[in-house]
Structure formats: C-alpha cells, structure tokens
C-alpha cells in the first residue's frame, strides 16, 4: 500500500535556494544577466527590479524541481555514478545531449515565447555567472545547473518586460 505524501513546499523552496548557493550561483548573478537581457529595452531598468523578478520566478514550484533535479544530475555526473552512456553525455556535455536544454524549457515555458527568446540568446552568449558554469576546467559538472541559471534569467527578464508592457498600456487608458 502507498501513502500519500506532501512534501513541504517551504523546506523545498529553501533547498533550492541553498543548493544554488552551494554550487556557486546567487541571486545577484542570476539578476545580473536578467539586466544585461533588458537594459537595452529599458534603460531606466533598476538592478532591484531584476532582483525582485528573479526572488518571483524562484517562488514557483516548477523552477525548485528543475533546480534539485538538475543539480543532482550534475552531482552524479561528477561522482560517475550516472550509467553509461548517460555518465559520458552529462560528464562531458555533450553537444547532441539536449535533455538539459529541455529541462531548462520547463522553467520558460511558464513565461510566455519571449522567454524562449531570451533563453536561447543567453545561452548562445553565456555571459556572466553562464561562462562560469560552462567553464569545464573546475572539476565541477554544471551540464544541467548552466541551463536551468539561464532559464531562471530568461523567465525574469520575460516577467519583466511583460509588467512594463502591462504598464505602459494602463497609462494609455489615462
């Protein structure tokens, strides 16, 4: 007989934000790249605002999954305890293994298609804490944790600029 069983969504919410710590990547960084995606759209943009948006999207229960599991993976890579050939693909980030980009997408996906858009240009350019990431030379696997930090910038720079649209159209009807 199986239980029913609810996991907290606090106790998760606080491993995501702990375990992004541990691996290296904190909120500013994440923000960081949510202006370098808007400052050219909105050159008012505040780095308080990217912060906000960033703390809304690690709210969602979607995000904390993508983040724990993706983490996990890469850990495992790290410790070759993935079989093969999944251990080579993750450990080496392979070119042709895009289950990463796809676990990334979930987290897009809430925000709409200029998410997909900024997902995709972010993760072409890899600039900031993505470069960091990306970098193999550390001993550290992030095949995972690079695409999802840039999903998560993606997303809130796509909140960012859905609020101003819905912004500016409300001052119209004034």
Not at 128 to 138: E, Y
Request: charged share 30%.
């Amino acid at each position: 007989m199986q239980m029913a069983y609810s996991l907290n969504s606090e106790a998760v919410a606080k491993a995501t934000h702990e375990w992004l710590a541990k691996r290296g990547v904190k909120r500013e960084d994440m923000a960081e790249l949510v202006f370098f995606l808007q400052k050219d759209y909105y050159p008012d943009l505040k780095m308080e605002e990217c912060l906000a948006s960033v703390d809304k999207v690690l709210e969602k229960r979607e995000v904390h999954n993508a983040v724990l599991t993706g983490i996990q993976l890469d850990l495992l890579a790290e410790e070759g305890k993935l079989l093969p050939p999944l251990q080579e693909m993750v450990y080496n980030d392979e070119g042709l293994y895009g289950i990463d980009e796809v676990m990334a997408l979930s987290i897009v996906n809430v925000y709409g298609s200029i998410g997909f858009t900024n997902y995709g240009y972010i993760d072409k350019l890899k600039p900031g804490i993505l470069k960091k990431l990306n970098d193999k030379h550390d001993g550290e696997i992030h095949t995972f944790l690079d695409d999802i930090v840039g999903a998560i910038a993606a997303s809130a720079a796509s909140r960012i600029a859905h609020r101003k649209q819905a912004k500016a159209e409300e001052q119209q009807k004034v």
